[in-house]
C-alpha cells in the first residue's frame, strides 16, 4: 500500500495528514522536533491511526527507508517551495503537494474566494465572510488564518457543518507557490509591497506568484489605489478596478469607487454611504471597496452589503481597539509584521501616538513607516531581538521623539502606560512592523499577550 508524507506538525500539516486519513490514505507525519507539546499530539495523531516520526529533519536521508511505496509528500506553508530536499525528490519523480493543494483537490466543488496581497488580506477575509453569513449565505473562512484549508475540508467532509455556498479562504504567497491549481471564481488582490524577499527572492518573484492566482481566477478584483498594482494595470486584460480615490485614479476609470461626498458608487448608480464601516483609515474604505465588489458579482443587494458592513465588529489584532488608558485609545495591530503594515497602522491614528514596535526584523522599506513615526509619534517603545536595528534606523531618519528601548513586551506595556501619561497622548498602538518569531508562536499569540498586559490598565477595567 502506498504512502503520504507530511512534512511538519503546523496547523497545516495537522489539517493536511486528517485529511489524507479521512480519505483512507495511509499517512506518516515527518517533524523535526521533538518535546512534551509535540509528543502529546504525536500521541492524539496516533490514536488515530497516523503514524509520527519526531526528530525527523528534512532531508534525503530522513526519506530513505520510506523509498519504496511513497506516493507524494505534502508540505505546509512554512516550509520552503524550493527547499534542496525538496527539490531533488522532486528531480526523483515524487510529487511534492502543499497543503492549500490538497485541500484545493477536496474543495474544488465548492466556488471559492481567493483573496491575496501583502496587507489588508485578512481585515477583506473577515469582513467579507461577515457580509456573506449576515446576508444568509454559509461561506466560511480559513487557509491563511483561522482553520487551514485542509481542517475545514475535513470538517465539510464529515458533515460536521453544512455544505457552504462559498468559501472565502485568504490566500498567502507561500500557499499559492505550492498550491498552482488552485483556480477561485472571484480572486481578490489587495495590495503589493515587498514582503517575503528573503523567501522569494525578489519582488518581480512575488509579484508573479500572486498574479498568477488573480490570472488563474474567473473574476478578478484589484486594488486601483495600490501603487503597485495601479502600475502593472496596462498589463491586464480584464478585472475589476476599485478606487477610494474616485472615479478616475491615475486618471483610469475604476468600476467602483467613493466619490468627493463619500458614496459608494458605480457607473450603474449610487450605492451607500462608506460610513457604514466603522473601521478608521483609507485602507479600510479600500478593504471596503473590495469586500463589495465581490458581494455585487456573488448577488448581493447594496441594502443588504450595507446593513452587514454596519454591523462588523472589527478583525482580531488588526487595529482592534482594546479600550481607553488615561484617556488615549488603545489599538492592538499585531498583524502589522512590515514596515508597510505599521505605516498603514499609524497613518489611521490621532497624533500624538505611543508606539510599540519590535520583534524580528523583516526585509523591506522602511522609510514610509519612520515618515510616519516622525509625523505622529510621541514616544517610540522597542522591545524583541530587533530593537537595536529599529532604534538604530529610527536614529538615522532624525526621529523627533522619545526613544526608549526594552526586551520584551512586559516592560514596553509599562514604558507605554507611563509615556501615555507623560505626553499625554490620544492613542497607544502597538503596532510591532516585525514578525513575532522571536519570541511568539506567530502574532495571534503576540497580541493576545498585549492584551493581558494591557487590560487591567485600562480605564474601563
Known sequence: MTRTIVVGMGRSGLGAARLLKQQNRNVVVFERGDNDALQSTAKTLTQEGIQVVLGQPLTLESFHAWRDDLDAVVIGPGIPWDHPTLIQLRSEGIPVRGEMDLAWDALKQIPWIGITGTNGKTTVTHLLNHVLEASGLKAPMGGNMGLSAAELACQIASEAAPRPDWLVMELSSYQIEAAPAVAPRI???????????????????????????????????????????????????????????????????????????????????????????????????????????????????????????????????????????????????????????????????????????????????????????????????????????????????????????????????????????????????????????????????????????????????
Open 187 to 461: 480572486g481578490i488582490w489587495t495590495t503589493l509591497t515587498p514582503d517575503h524577499l528573503e523567501r522569494h527572492g525578489s519582488l518581480k518573484a512575488y509579484r508573479a506568484i500572486k498574479r498568477g492566482l488573480l490570472e488563474r481566477s474567473v473574476s478578478a478584483l484589484l486594488n486601483a489605489d495600490d501603487p503597485d498594482l495601479r502600475q502593472q494595470r496596462s498589463s491586464w486584460q480584464r478585472g475589476t478596478w476599485v478606487s477610494s480615490e474616485g472615479a478616475y485614479p491615475d486618471g483610469q476609470p475604476a468600476d467602483l469607487w467613493i466619490d468627493a461626498e463619500g458614496m459608494v458608487r458605480s457607473n450603474a448608480t449610487t450605492l451607500f454611504s462608506a460610513d457604514v464601516l466603522a473601521m478608521p483609515g483609507c485602507h479600510n474604505r479600500q478593504n471596503l471597496l473590495l469586500v463589495t465588489a465581490a458581494a455585487l458579482e456573488i448577488g448581493l443587494s447594496p441594502q443588504q452589503i450595507a446593513d452587514a458592513l454596519g454591523s462588523f465588529p472589527g478583525v482580531p489584532h488588526r487595529l482592534e481597539k482594546l479600550g481607553t488608558l488615561a484617556g488615549a485609545s488603545v489599538f492592538n495591530d499585531s498583524k502589522a509584521t512590515n514596515y508597510d503594515a505599521a505605516e498603514v497602522g499609524l497613518q489611521a491614528m490621532q497624533e500624538p501616538v505611543v508606539v510599540v514596535a519590535g520583534g524580528q526584523t523583516k526585509r523591506g522599506d522602511a522609510s514610509g513607516w519612520l515618515k510616519q513615526l516622525h509625523n505622529k509619534a510621541c514616544s517610540l517603545i522597542l522591545f524583541g531581538t530587533g530593537a537595536d536595528e529599529l532604534a538604530n534606523l529610527a536614529k538615522a531618519a532624525g526621529y523627533p521623539g522619545e526613544l526608549l528601548q526594552c526586551a520584551e513586551l512586559e516592560s514596553a506595556v509599562d514604558l507605554a502606560a507611563a509615556a501615555v501619561q507623560r505626553q499625554q497622548a490620544s492613542a497607544l498602538l502597538l503596532s510591532p512592523a516585525c514578525a513575532s518569531f522571536d519570541q511568539y508562536r506567530d502574532f495571534e499569540a503576540r497580541g493576545e499577550h498585549f492584551r493581558s498586559l494591557i487590560q487591567p490598565l485600562l480605564d474601563d477595567s
